[in-house]
Nanobody, 124 residues
């Protein structure tokens, strides 16, 4: 089964930063929006961010606006999520997934392909 490949999680102190990476096969990377989701223990899955296939539009959840930045590197066929000013509420398993199409549609709407998840823990 084709899957996205995530990396970059780890343990970080409050106020610190991490950059997550999501590598995708070329055919998927080129045509789909890519979204980031997270799941914290006992909480519902939350849409974090999305970037369209052409990088012309992005979306950020309210809880991460101003702190997280999503971007695409076409040469590496990788989507990044730069996370700054992390706090305890950011602790979760982070997943990337393809969108349902090329656009983010004012949110994060997953399609068929997912990564394995990477753990982000924010703790002092």
């Amino acid at each position: 089964q084709v899957q996205l490949v995530e990396s970059g999680g780890g343990l970080v102190q409050p106020g610190g930063s991490l950059r997550l990476s999501c590598a995708a096969p070329g055919a998927i990377f080129d045509i789909y929006a890519i979204g980031w989701f997270r799941e914290a223990p006992g909480k519902e899955r939350e849409g974090v961010s999305c970037i369209s296939s052409s990088s012309d539009t992005t979306y950020y959840g309210d809880s991460v606006k101003g702190r997280f930045t999503i971007s695409r590197d076409n040469a590496k066929r990788t989507v990044y999520l730069q996370m700054n000013k992390l706090n305890g509420e950011d602790t979760a398993v982070y997943y990337c997934a393809t969108g349902r199409g090329s656009e983010c549609r004012n949110g994060v709407h997953p399609g068929d392909y997912w990564g394995q998840g990477t753990q982000v823990t924010v703790s002092s």
